[in-house]
């Protein structure tokens, strides 16, 4: 039969606004992280990335902070604008698997004018 | 600057044809990564070779799939006898130094219909 596929979470903010996107990594020994930006038809955007012996990095309108207690890494976007509607991707690495990245499930930003 | 290219960006194929996928990394970088992308779900780590060699294959299915990097051209990913659940996005990245906590940078993906 035919296969449906997941419904992401969904996170609905308005232009300006400050976007927090959530994700919890699998793997307490991975020492790497990523986050990717997705938009429709196209391949994975590098955002930012944060090593596990940090727990923030900051970019352009972008905040990474990782919480390597819960296993829990965050993306906050500063005045979110309509260009960054898409699919939001925390990535992990484990330092003995180098190279093969663990994709989270993704969330899917809309950025309502 | 030329990223990483893929092609074809789109291909399609009948139960049991070949499918070749390709993939030129950015100037400079020696390590290729291979992802799959079921609809609406995240990527799925595949093969990382460096030219010449497979590094790790462990999310490569047993049959049907090979991967390749030789020293002069793309990576190829090579899909024998496809089945309607080979139907996927397939994207490919590159890094310079390759390894742990090397950025990856991805392609625009390969978009693979089985009929």
Redesign the interface.
Same mark, same amino acid.
């Given at each position: 039969g035919e296969s449906v596929g997941l419904h992401l979470p969904t996170l609905s903010v308005q232009e300006g606004d400050n976007s927090i996107i959530n994700c919890a990594y699998s793997n307490s020994a991975s020492d790497y992280f990523i986050w990717y930006k997705q938009e429709s038809g196209k391949g994975p955007q590098f955002i930012i990335d944060i090593r596990s012996n940090m727990d923030k990095r900051q970019g352009q309108r972008v905040t990474v902070l990782l919480n390597k207690t819960v296993k829990h890494l965050s993306l906050q976007i500063a005045a979110t604008q309509p260009g960054d509607s898409a699919v939001y991707f925390c990535a992990e690495m484990y330092y003995n698997q180098g190279g093969k990245l663990i994709f989270g499930q993704g969330t899917e930003l809309s950025v309502k004018p | 600057n030329a990223g990483?290219m #893929?092609n074809p960006r789109h291909l399609v194929r009948r139960r049991g044809q070949e499918a070749r996928l390709r993939c030129s990394p950015m100037k400079g970088h020696s390590?290729v990564?291979w !992802?799959r992308q &079921? %609809? @609406? @779900? /995240? &990527?799925? +780590?595949m093969v !990382?070779l460096q030219k010449e060699n497979i590094? =790790?294959e462990? $999310?490569m299915p047993k049959e049907r799939f090979s991967a390749e990097f030789p020293k002069e051209g793309p990576s190829i990913l090579r899909i024998q006898q496809v089945v309607r659940g080979d139907s996927a996005a397939y994207?490919c990245a590159s890094?310079l130094s $390759? $390894?742990? #906590? =090397?950025? #990856?940078? +991805? $392609? %625009? /993906?390969t978009r693979l219909t089985v009929l």
């Amino acid at each position: 039969g035919e296969s449906v596929g997941l419904h992401l979470p969904t996170l609905s903010v308005q232009e300006g606004d400050n976007s927090i996107i959530n994700c919890a990594y699998s793997n307490s020994a991975s020492d790497y992280f990523i986050w990717y930006k997705q938009e429709s038809g196209k391949g994975p955007q590098f955002i930012i990335d944060i090593r596990s012996n940090m727990d923030k990095r900051q970019g352009q309108r972008v905040t990474v902070l990782l919480n390597k207690t819960v296993k829990h890494l965050s993306l906050q976007i500063a005045a979110t604008q309509p260009g960054d509607s898409a699919v939001y991707f925390c990535a992990e690495m484990y330092y003995n698997q180098g190279g093969k990245l663990i994709f989270g499930q993704g969330t899917e930003l809309s950025v309502k004018p | 600057n030329a990223g990483v290219m #893929q092609n074809p960006r789109h291909l399609v194929r009948r139960r049991g044809q070949e499918a070749r996928l390709r993939c030129s990394p950015m100037k400079g970088h020696s390590h290729v990564y291979w !992802y799959r992308q &079921l %609809p @609406e @779900e /995240g &990527l799925k +780590f595949m093969v !990382y070779l460096q030219k010449e060699n497979i590094i =790790d294959e462990s $999310g490569m299915p047993k049959e049907r799939f090979s991967a390749e990097f030789p020293k002069e051209g793309p990576s190829i990913l090579r899909i024998q006898q496809v089945v309607r659940g080979d139907s996927a996005a397939y994207f490919c990245a590159s890094s310079l130094s $390759g $390894g742990a #906590q =090397d950025t #990856q940078y +991805f $392609g %625009p /993906g390969t978009r693979l219909t089985v009929l």
